[in-house]
DNA sequence: CGTTTGACTACGC
DNA sequence: CGCGTAGCCAAAC
């Protein structure tokens, strides 16, 4: 059965996820995964625990801006790790989540979006900083091991 | 006030 | 590549 706990501080959990939500730029997505990646564990919450709980968190922060009907944040931009968009397929939402991605030509044909080419990097370090962030991990494939190919030399 | 219900993800088949 | 599973609380109804 899907059941977990909540974070210490809810809302304000919520409002750090919201925050780098704002800073994904039009034309490429972030995840759930990548989004909690960037937030530190709040106090009282084991490590272990918070890997496996925090994206669903953000999932919840995410829920909460259709609650809050928040303008300034661009949530269609956050899909799952899968590169697919993880509300009910029938729900008006997905409806609108899909046709704003259209729009910015992220979705193939298989209503996917390709994270290898269009995941986000990530806010910049000094940003990070600023907000007592951590480095987002990345949505793109690691460079393939050529097998210990010489180049350069 | 008791039940229901979660914008997830890594991992094993 | 797609499907099923664990995770074990709290806000919303």
Known sequence: ???YPQPPN???YHEIVWEIVRQVPRGVVTTFGQLASMIPAPEGVEAKDYE???PRWVGDAMNAVSRIDEPTIPWHRVINSKG???LPEESV???IQRARLRA???LDQKERVDLDQYGWEGPDAAWLEAHNLRAPKSLRKPPPD????MRLF
Request: hydrophobic share 35%.
């Open 146 to 149: 050529d097998g210990g190919q």
């Open 84 to 86: 697919g968009i993880s």
């Open 93 to 95: 939402s997905a409806a």
């Open 10 to 12: 809810p809302r304000a």
């Open 1 to 3: 059965m899907s059941t």
């Open 52 to 54: 496996k709980l925090a």
């Open 104 to 106: 910015e030509n992220l």
